[in-house]
C-alpha cells in the first residue's frame, strides 16, 4: 500500500478495506449492520423486509442489460515467484482494454483437505480445485426491458463494449488456456461450454441426463445434453 500511495501515478478510487467474518454469517442482514455497514444496500422501498438486501457493489446490476460477461479459472502456478510478473503483465494488458475482478472467494486453494474433497465430489470444473481465484470480466448497460418507456437497448455500444471485453479476457487466456469457467458467471456465447463448466466431470453429467431424462423433456442454455437440441430446445438435432 505504500509504495501505491508514494507514486503520483497511481490512486485509490476508494479505501481499501479486507475483512472476514464467520461463513455463517455471509447472508446475515443485521451482522452485517452491526460490523461492516455499507457493505450492504437496504431495500428502501416502503414496507420492505429488513432482510432484502442486495451486496452494495452489486447494486448497478439490478435489471442491468448485459454486453458481455466471461470468467476464467486463475491456476494457483500463477502465483509462484516465477510467473508473478507475467501475471501482473497480463492483469496490466487486461485493463488496457476492460476492468478486471479478482474473486478470491471462489477459488479453492488453500482450502482444507474436507472441504476440497467436498468440492471434488460436486460435478464442477476440477480446475476450481487448483484456482487461486475466478477473473471476471462483464459489462453491460441500464435497464432496457422490451416495452419499458425512454430505454432500448444500444446495439453499437453492446458490440463495442463485449468486443473490449473479449480482448481483455484474452490477454489473460494466454495464461490459462485451458482455465475452465464458472457456469452461473460467464459467457451466453462460451465457447467448448462442456469441457469449459465441467471438464472431466461432463461424460458423467451428460450419462445421467440421458438416463433420467432421454427424450430432453428439461432444457437450459447450455445444459447437460442441450447439445442434442436447437438453440430453443424445442427440436431435437438429427445425430
Known amino acids: 500500500m505504500q509504495w501505491v500511495q508514494a507514486r ?10 479486507v475483512f472476514a467474518l464467520p461463513a455463517r454469517h455471509f447472508w446475515d442482514a443485521d451482522y452485517f449492520r452491526r460490523h461492516l455497514p455499507g457493505v450492504l444496500q437496504n431495500d428502501e422501498r416502503p414496507g420492505a423486509s429488513p432482510d432484502h438486501v442486495v451486496w452494495a457493489g452489486d447494486k448497478e446490476e439490478a435489471g442491468w442489460h ?22 501482473a503483465g497480463a492483469l496490466f494488458a487486461a485493463s488496457r482494454h476492460w476492468g478486471v475482478q479478482l474473486h478470491f472467494n471462489k477459488g479453492m ?15 464442477a470444473n476440477p480446475n476450481m480445485l487448483g484456482a487461486f481465484a475466478l477473473a471476471i ?19 453499437a455500444e453492446a458490440r463495442a463494449d463485449a468486443q ?9 487466456k494466454r495464461l490459462a488456456p485451458d482455465g475452465g469457467a464458472y457456469v452461473s458467471e460467464s459467457d451466453f456465447f462460451q ?4 469441457d469449459a463448466y ?40 438429427a445425430s
Request: with cysteine.
Open 8 to 17: 503520483q501515478d497511481c490512486r485509490f478510487s476508494e479505501a481499501l478495506r
Open 109 to 123: 486453494v488453500g482450502a482444507s483437505p474436507a472441504t476440497l474433497a467436498a468440492c471434488r465430489d460436486t460435478a
Open 164 to 172: 473490449r471485453v473479449g480482448q481483455a479476457m484474452a490477454e489473460l
Open 198 to 237: 465441467w471438464g472431466s466431470n461432463y461424460a458423467r453429467l451428460a450419462a445421467v441426463k440421458r438416463q433420467y431424462d432421454p427424450h430432453g423433456l428439461f432444457f437450459v442454455h447450455h445444459g447437460a445434453g442441450s447439445e442434442a437440441w436447437s438453440a430453443d430446445g424445442f427440436t431435437p438435432l
Open 66 to 87: 448485459i454486453h458481455s460477461y466471461q470468467s476464467l479459472w486463475l491456476p494457483r502456478q500463477l502465483l509462484d515467484e516465477n510467473a508473478l510478473s507475467t501475471l
Open 137 to 155: 470480466v462483464a459489462g453491460g448497460g441500464a435497464p432496457a426491458y422490451p416495452g419499458m418507456p425512454g430505454r432500448t437497448p444500444n446495439a
Open 191 to 194: 465457447p467448448d461450454w462442456q
